[in-house]
């Protein structure tokens, strides 16, 4: 990929300010830089944002599901976070996982983790989406065989736009499994049913430096289980009965904890949940500016014909911009097409590789192929990821439609 730094348009630049620069200094100041009450204030305010809409629940109550509140768990990255999720249930050696091979690797790498197997159903025909009803195959081949290895199923809604939680949701108390939401990029994705990350069991998000709110690194983790929140919290730290904050403010003595779990080190410091209360309060205000960008784009490239509009739908969170090409309209390829686009200044990514690409994947997945997923493969060949960040001005918007449409006009076939 090209220096961003010599693009006219970047792929993507985190929107910050004075305000967490300001934070962030103030702890750096305080003499205390881990976990402790900025990540706790990170907690809470998320929660309160995801507990914020009361007619969700009355939609919840409808259908027959959880209408506890969210509560929130701060880690130090979603892949940190989704550990954290599929061990609190029941994700284990013996048992196994359901997800999409249209994902980043560390979806299905976290259940490997766990010694967990990895079943994968394929896309929709026309979306990133997993497929329900490849989903619900998978689910009656494992019932029907006695196996019973499946205990979760973990949806990805790509580029924000959301998967059919409904649906799953239905399959998933059929089958009796748990379903855990990769909402890397999917915050914040309003639906009827509760934002994204908070339809299911439980819901990981990614503050990664590119998604819709950063903190450099960093992720939380939202459930409505109290047994699951209460695992995931101490396994967080070690295992720990204590987090590092009370043993070091209780008036107990500092030293005294206890070991219940061998538990990891996924806690998220203050310094960066700093940048994340900061980040958080303008979380809406950036998914509007991402939306006018996107309008944009979509009134432009729907007068093409070689370009197909990006799947929408109930919560778009608009975290990236999948442009899919009509590539029987043009005489490029979509890897030349996205070259030709990086030398034009234009800064550009392709989501995802799917995993059945990857050598571990093929190697340690039987009848893992293209072929068997051709969903998923057909969306890779055909996508280009273009530049989507709050801060983006008109002038670079409108030279991303240009250099699109002339590079278009030039290779139409």
Known sequence: MSDQNSLKVPFSRPSISEDEEKTVLEVLRSGWLTTGKYT??????????????????????????????????????????????????????????????????????????????????????????????????????????GKNEIVAVVPVHIAGALCNMERLMEIAAKYKVKVIEDAAHAFPSETKLGYAGTIGDAGVFSFYVTKTMTTAEGG???????????????????????????????????????IVAPGYKFNLPDVLSAIGVCQLKKAESFFEKRKKIVEKYNQAFKKLDFIQLPPDGEGNAWHLYLMRLNLEKL???????????????????????????????????????????????????????????????????????????????????
């Open 40 to 145: 706790l204030q990170f907690e809470k305010d998320f929660s309160a944002f995801m507990n914020g809409k009361p007619y969700m629940n009355e939609e919840r109550k409808k259908k027959g599901l959880s209408t506890e509140e969210v509560s929130s768990l701060a880690v130090n990255s979603n892949t940190s976070g989704m550990i954290l999720a599929m061990e609190a249930f029941g994700v284990t050696r013996g048992k196994a996982v359901i997800t999409t091979p249209y994902t980043f690797v560390s979806t299905a790498a976290c259940a490997v983790h766990l010694g967990a197997k990895v079943y994968f159903a394929d896309t929709e025909k026309d979306s990133y989406s997993i497929d329900c009803s490849k989903v619900e195959e998978l689910l009656r081949k494992d019932r029907e065989s």
């Open 220 to 258: 939380m983790v939202t459930t409505r289980d109290k047994d699951a929140l209460k695992r995931m919290s101490v396994m967080r730290m070690h295992g720990m009965d204590r987090t590092t904050w009370d043993r070091y403010t209780s008036p107990r003595a500092s030293w005294e904890y206890d």
């Open 331 to 413: 005489t490029i390829s979509r890897d030349d097409f996205a070259k030709e686009l990086q030398k034009r200044g234009i800064g550009i990514s392709v989501h995802f590789i799917p995993l059945f690409h990857f050598t571990y994947w093929k190697e340690s997945t039987p009848d893992f192929t293209k072929e068997n997923f051709p969903n998923a493969e057909r969306a890779y060949q055909r996508t280009i990821s273009l530049p989507l960040w709050p801060d983006m001005t008109e002038e670079m918007t409108e030279l991303v439609i240009r250099e699109v449409t002339e590079l278009g006009r030039k290779y139409h076939g």
